[in-house]
């Protein structure tokens, strides 16, 4: 899983680098991302046991800042475009939604390497679903679309097979859809949150985006 294995670089990565600066930092931040993914566990148990998830109001972008600095000794100088505004807010699952976007924006890395993009977007369905986005412009997929979230399946050499069929669970979870689809030159996986648990929560202070995108077309999708 995408999780365990970017903790636990981490984590080798810190311990190797005791002359940096942040190695506080990177240690703390390893800590933090064990005991998430202790949670994780024990949730994907009360998953399958069918006794819920526990549900909080969320920022989306500050969920992303969150997996970007997770994923920062990949992402070194490449840049993901985030197209979310400060202001989007979910009612989720806040270890289950980490787990989500950093599945999916790793699982992006891995399928589009330098110079590819890779980019993230939220925006409101016309029948009141929020449309969160996660897209790269690598070549596509090599098989059929409804093998992506089977467990097991994998076409990386060194997959788990694990990530999007965990993503997939999660999604599920909380009730929402996630779907998979190439749109023009990009990979697209698509999560849409039902209407009545998102919204758009002002605030005094705002965070400013990495970057302003285009909204990929919609045409052909397929739902898991």
Known sequence: MHGVATDLHRLEF????RDRVDLDEDLDIGREEVERLERMADQMRRIAQSRGIDRQPLRVRSL???????????LHDRLIEV??????????????LTQILLN??????DACPVPGRVGVTANPEPDGRLRLLVWDSGPGFAVEVGKLFQPWFTTKPKGSGLGLPITHRLVRAHGWEISASRR??????????AA??????????SLSDDTEVDDPSEDARVHA
């Open 104 to 109: 999916l924006i790793a699982n992006a890395l």
């Open 83 to 96: 197209d979310v505004g400060s202001s989007f807010e979910v009612t989720g699952d806040r270890d289950a």
């Open 196 to 205: 009545g648990e998102w919204s758009r929560r002002e605030s005094s202070t």
């Open 64 to 74: 992303i800042d969150h997996v970007k600095l997770l994923l920062r000794d990949r």
């Open 14 to 17: 810190a311990a190797q680098a």
């Open 184 to 193: 023009g030159d990009r990979t697209c996986f698509d999560v849409l949150i």
